[in-house]
């Protein structure tokens, strides 16, 4: 099979290796990839935004299977192009990728179908959402409607915190994306992160995962993309597992079939598991990042077989198979990140490292000649793999360790919560 995979983050390093070791594989392109994805792939400097060139390269490539990794492209109807095309694409329609791309739709869909959220209200003026909120009382949270790179949600802990992000959202800060403002209703509990491989009829549940937004230990600071995460999580025993697919996955998948615009490829909940059950935070419509590379770091069987058969509508009786014992990984970001970050700095020391209980997933990174250099926030994803989450941990600090990068730093409490309980 001749595969292109999209993206250029950790998510799609973890992927592209993953792929890499299908006996189905005949090549893998990665557009446009990363210092990690050139190694093991051919990487193709396409631009991804322009869907008629990416069309021209999967004719040129005779590429059987596209495997879009981000959410930005697929927001744009990147598979519906391809699609067109008569290729075959792992990924949502641009009508189903609104389950991302919207969060006024998504909260749409749980009220007709049931499925568990905040509350919540959605205003197009300040003056409106300043008095709703001034009704409301803190702590509350305020969202813009669209993509924001996960910088559009403010978790207000005083109406004047609240106050500030509406007046932020409604001057423009997050540009299309802030136009229109979901206020919910503060939820309280752990998180976990769940994910729902769909060909539009059929589930498959993957290993449930936890994931560390916040840059600083303790869970403190800023929020970010993800600066760690471990499956599976401990949170989300069996019961609270079957209850989650039962009430928030079925719906939804059942919920997109019955509008006529089925959802295939990977749905991600992000859960509140609150003292009332699961509870639904946002869906998104691709691996997360970093959780995918914990995901790709315990899967046995072929993914292929089960991108595929997502993709063509043929997950009926596929069951993926993964190793006992617990994956985590420990983001390496450049000092700075969230905020502005140093590129180019020199990584010695990051190659050379991969075994059976360590591997290191490259984000923002490039090659410059034999010299490795961060070119991004998030930059290594230092990925152990043991018989518990302390195993796994040692194991990827220990990694950590090895590399030599001034100009980076990560937390060093990944896995805490498991580690903990
Ligand atoms: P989102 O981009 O919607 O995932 O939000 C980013 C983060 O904000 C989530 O991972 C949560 O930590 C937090 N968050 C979002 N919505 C809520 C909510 N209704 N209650 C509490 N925390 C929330
Ligand atoms: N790690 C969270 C996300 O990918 O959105």
Redesign the pocket.
């Known amino acids: 099979m001749r595969v292109l995979l999209i993206g250029s983050g950790g998510r799609e390093h973890a992927l592209a290796w993953a792929i890499t070791r299908s006996k189905r594989l005949e090549k893998l392109f990665v557009a446009p990839g990363n210092g990690g994805t050139e190694r093991i792939a051919e990487n193709v400097a396409l631009d991804v935004a322009d869907h008629a060139a990416v069309v021209a390269f999967c004719h040129k490539a005779r590429i059987d299977l596209v495997v879009v990794g981000p959410e930005i492209p697929l927001v744009a109807g990147i598979a519906d192009d391809l699609r067109a095309a008569g290729f075959v694409v792992f990924g949502p329609s641009k009508a189903a990728a609104q389950l991302e791309g919207s969060k006024a739709f998504t909260k749409a869909l749980c009220d007709e179908t049931g499925i568990p959220t905040a509350a919540y209200a959605r205003f197009t003026a300040l003056d409106p959402a300043l008095d709703y909120v001034r009704q409301q009382g803190a702590p509350i949270v305020i969202k813009a409607d669209g993509l924001a790179a996960?910088k559009g949600v403010t978790v207000a802990e005083t109406l004047a915190d609240a106050e500030a992000a509406l007046r932020d959202c409604f001057s423009g800060a997050f540009g299309a994306a802030g136009a229109e403002v979901v206020i919910e209703e503060c939820l309280v509990g752990e998180e976990a992160?769940l994910f729902a491989v769909s060909d539009g009829e059929h589930i498959v549940l993957l290993p449930a995962a936890q994931?560390h937004?916040r840059v600083g230990g303790g869970d403190t600071g800023p929020n970010t993309?993800?600066m760690g995460?471990y499956a599976p999580a401990p949170v989300m025993t069996p019961e609270l597992v079957a209850r989650s697919k039962k009430e928030i996955i079925e719906p939804a998948i059942r919920g997109m079939a019955a509008r006529g615009t089925p959802f295939s490829g990977v749905l991600f909940a992000g859960l509140m598991i609150t003292d009332a059950g699961p509870k639904l935070i946002e869906f998104?419509t691709r691996f997360?990042?970093?959780?995918c590379q914990v995901l790709m770091m315990l899967l046995e069987s072929d993914v292929l077989d089960l991108l595929e058969a997502s993709a063509s509508g043929g997950l009926a009786g596929v069951e993926p198979k993964w190793r006992d014992g617990v994956a985590l990984t420990v983001v390496m970001a450049a000092k700075g990140y969230p905020g502005s970050y140093l590129k180019g700095t020199e990584i010695r020391g990051a190659d050379g490292l991969d075994s059976d209980t360590a591997h290191i997933f490259h984000a923002g990174t490039l090659r410059d000649g034999d010299t490795l250099r961060a070119n991004g926030g998030r930059v290594l994803n230092v990925t152990g793999y043991g018989a518990s989450v302390a195993e796994a941990q040692a194991n990827a600090y220990a990694a950590v360790g090895r590399i030599d990068w001034p100009e980076g730093f990560c937390r060093r409490d990944i896995g805490w919560r498991a580690v903990s309980r």
């Open positions: 996960g992160s994931d937004k993309g993800g995460a998104n997360g990042d970093p959780e």
